[in-house]
């Protein structure tokens, strides 16, 4: 969209669920850019430095900050100065953020390895580095490097927060100027402070399985929807979860089977569904015969039928994926359910002895229904307290 960009345009430009720009038609290169929690004025502007062509990007400021028609005077100041540069004058200081930088240092990064890898870590910056949108990189200390390391460990678990100082580490490596002040060591001292166990602290807090389930409802597809039901609900591995076939599932039975090599190297698995994961299997299959009438699996991939599809969401990271299953194996531990079921459904080596042979399908299926009623309580925050034996 092209528009002159005025106080009354970025009032009444509001986010809707997705980040968007506008376009100055006066200005070449200046826009507003809208996201969830704020409205930016900034700039690109495309030069040519050293025979090779690049665009640089600059955040001015804020709304909040100032109106838009000092952003304007600012805009063509910047630009002007990023162009043609006085010879006798310094270029006018502009803000360079740490999540533009960084965009930049992962292209770089990642300029002969493989795509895919290249906008994880880009989506990773927009997402872990929000906060420093309107920060100058020579304002970023350590204290503010582990604020924001630790808001995300409280928020989305620590293995998100160990991604991000992964990330973090790898751009501090870098040699360029006007770094941010962040101690390297510091930051590796954090993913191994206390010699925490990531996989074991990954998952999602019981008191927060409310608003996970208010956000899942709220995504656009209801198939997906039913897709992270059924994960939470289940506790399958996510490779095994997404490669499940529709003609697999034995509702008249009450179990999906397994063939050899899907769950278990050694065996075949008849894997137990509750009344709510039944719920789940059915609908998503319904959707998926009537979307993809050729497809075989029953979370369909949207842009290729015949592949597995990816059971992450973009705007949801650290809260879908195998954080489910490990969140499924907590419940469980908390309910007490005897280490039999998860070896014998879920083919999870226990450290102790098993009590006795194999569990009969009655008893994992009374196991199951047990574990689900559970999550329901979780999910819409009611207190469970006196579950059944």
Sequence with gaps: METKITDKL???????????????????????SVSESRK???????????????????????HAEFSA??????????????????????PE????????????????????????????????????????????MVQIDTDDALQVLNDIKDREGASSAKICARLMAKLLELDVDNSPNIEPARIVDFIGLQRHDFCKENIIPHSQLPQWRVDIENL?????????????????????????????????????????????????IEYPLSTQLERFASEACEISTL????GKYLFSNSQNSARPVICREKKMMGRTGHVLRNTYLSIVKDLGIPDDFLQENLNIRSEHKLTGGALSRH??????????????????????ENCPE
Excluded at 291 to 294: A, D, H
């Design 10 to 32: 970025v009032a009444s430009s509001e986010w809707k669920g997705s980040d968007f720009i506008i376009r100055d038609i006066e200005i070449r290169g200046f826009f507003l």
């Design 40 to 62: 930016s004025f900034k700039i690109q502007v495309d030069i040519t430095k050293d025979g090779r062509r690049h665009s640089v990007r600059r955040t001015l400021g804020t």
């Design 69 to 90: 028609d000092t952003a304007r005077e600012k805009a063509l100041r910047t630009i002007q100065s990023i162009k043609q540069p006085l010879p006798d004058e310094e």
């Design 93 to 136: 200081p502009c803000v360079v953020s740490f999540p533009e930088w960084a965009k930049e240092a992962i292209r770089e990064i990642h300029k002969n390895s493989n795509r895919s890898d290249r906008n994880l870590n880009l989506r990773r910056a927009k997402h872990y580095f929000e906060p420093w949108e309107n920060k100058e």
């Design 220 to 268: 656009h597809s209801v198939h997906r929807q039913k897709m992270h039901f059924f994960h939470l609900y289940s506790g399958l591995k996510p490779s095994a979860m997404v490669r499940i076939h529709r003609d697999w599932v034995c509702s008249e039975e009450s179990i999906i089977r397994f063939p050899l090599g899907a769950i278990a190297d050694d065996r075949s």
């Design 291 to 294: 979307l993809y009438p050729n």
């Design 363 to 384: 008893d994992s299926l009374r196991y199951q229904n047990l574990i689900s009623q559970k999550i329901d309580g979780l999910l819409h925050g009611a207190n469970w």
